[in-house]
């Protein structure tokens, strides 16, 4: 039997198990990049005029929301993170009308849509910091923003020593004497939060958006905001709450603000926080009930493909969630990591930014390997999941980018140590056989970034009818995840099979066995195979391979008993 594929029919839910939640409890949201989804009018670049011709595929694809990446104005310092005007879409990417044509054709195919807010910093071309520039030290116009007069004797060294997170000082000083603050790149200068026009236009801006029926928003750089007024310098070893720049208390009353906001449209607009914090209580705090919706499970992301840790992480979200009544999310990768089937083709297959790992031996068929069994793994636990655009389609990251075409300045800054995000940033492969592979009608088009020559087999067109692409298997699986065979939101109790096998129950009928062993694992007597990441080896689920199953009725208790919790 090709387990690739789903039975053909669904059992039927218990009545009890049908229940309405509120959408994002459960969705499937498919972050777009824009730049690199679909170029419509032929200039290398991916357009909102993509986007919407590509719905149908999305609506087949069977997402429930689409999260935007910036697709405002900017400089493009650091793909779109950096914004100059909050309120308009890049002349590159389309046209407001053209977004809100988006908004409501994707509403009528039952897709939601997502917009990226970056409230951390903004482009250095931004009206406010334009007018800061212009203005003398100590003026009104520069207190939105953190100008600071430099240390050393003449101030020739920068008021402290905050790093960038894209590597060097977090200070850059202007022909004028005074330094300025960006966590990020010079380009990004941060906002000061404790500023009341930064906290009024925000709230503007979500008005904005809310107001042209954008059901949500994702908070970029989350936990950052907020800085130590005395700028004290970072401890080597911060308890939580004292670190100068990051998870500080004052973040609370902000997301508070905006979830009132939120709350006060019909129907209510969602929150969802980039928030990058190891410790999954502090994570937490910022989904209580009057807080954020949902924030991105990092922890996961990061996970190696390995049981314990896997079974750990799975097990400390849904633990440190519960006592917020917040759903869990399930996120393999965004636009800022590795892509899944490279990472998990590696000797290590954890993630963490400085071990980016470019160049090391991959091999791309266990890497995809067991990317199928992840998403598997993923659709079928509690809470809602991100796919983020070309995950479908098992694309893996595009290394030996000549230096003279990166972008990232996570690249540049680091001198070109660290070999930035642009590998998972390649325009997506749609049909044909040379590039740019329908991802624009002109075939000399010149790609913001090149798309490696053999992507041919990994285009949608290669992968739609074949039965054991990738493309089909998150179709499968997410059509039967739509149809909730467990009952919408039933919670998940473990199965014991080993050390090597993630397994749980359901909703009582629904079995998701992930085996990451080498010793393969028996099928429980009564179920049958709904999907699988792969072919049996006879009735066992072999290593890196995910099945789900449902008991058949009458044959008994399944093998397995429920694990001690
Ligand atoms: C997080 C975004 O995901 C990343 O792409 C960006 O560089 C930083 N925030 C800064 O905005």
Known sequence: MDVTQAAATLPELAPELVVERPWWRDAVVYQVYIRSFADANGDGTGDIAGVRAHLPYLAA?????????????????????????????????????????????????????????????????????????????????????????????????????????????????????????????????????????????????????????????????????????????????????????????????????????????????????????????????????????????????????????????????????????????????????????????????????????????TDLVLGNRRARAAALLAMALPGSMYVYQGEELGLPEAENIPPERRQDPMWLRSGGVDPGRDGCRVPLPWSGQLPPFGFSPNGNAPLWLDQPDDWAPLSVEAQTDDPASMLNLYRVGLRIRREAPWGAGAELSWLNHGDDVIAFARGGRFLCIANLGSQPVELPAGTEVLVGSAELVGNAVPQDTTVWLVRTGSEGPPEATPAEQ
């Open 61 to 361: 694809l069977g997402v429930d929301a689409l999260w935007f990446s910036p697709w405002y104005p900017s400089p493009l310092a650091d793909s779109g993170y950096d914004i100059s005007d909050y309120r308009s879409i890049d002349p590159k990417f389309g046209t407001l009308w053209e977004a809100e044509q988006l908004i409501s054709e994707a509403r009528e195919l039952g897709i939601r849509t997502i917009v990226d807010i970056v409230p951390n910093h903004v482009s250095n071309e931004h009206a406010w910091f334009r007018e800061a520039l212009a203005a003398p030290a100590g003026s009104a116009a520069r207190e939105r923003f953190w100008f600071r007069a430099g240390t050393g004797e003449n101030g020739e060294l920068p008021p402290n020593g905050w790093q960038s997170i894209f590597g060097g000082s977090a200070w850059t000083r202007l022909p004028d004497g005074e330094w300025y603050l960006h966590l990020f790149a010079p380009e990004q200068p941060d906002l000061n939060w404790s500023h009341p026009d930064v906290v009024t236009e925000h709230e503007d801006i979500l008005r904005f958006w809310f107001d042209r029926g954008v059901a949500g928003v994702r908070i970029d750089s989350a936990a950052l905001l907020v800085k130590d007024p005395e700028l004290s310098e970072e401890p080597a070893d911060p308890n939580p709450g004292e670190h100068p720049f990051t998870d500080r208390d004052e973040l609370h009353d902000i997301y508070r603000g905006w979830r009132g906001l939120a709350d006060s449209y019909d129907e209510p607009r969602v929150l969802v926080g980039e928030v990058w914090l190891p410790d999954a209580e502090r994570l937490a705090r910022y989904l209580r009930p009057d807080e954020l919706h949902t924030a991105f499970n990092f922890d996961f992301l990061a996970c190696p493909w390995e049981p314990g840790p896997m079974r750990a992480s799975i097990e400390s979200a849904l633990a440190s969630h519960a006592p917020v009544n917040a759903p869990a999310t399930w996120v393999l990768a965004n636009h800022d990591v590795t892509r899944t089937v490279t990472r998990y083709g590696r000797a290590d297959t954890s993630f963490a930014f400085e071990t980016k790992r470019e160049g090391t031996p």
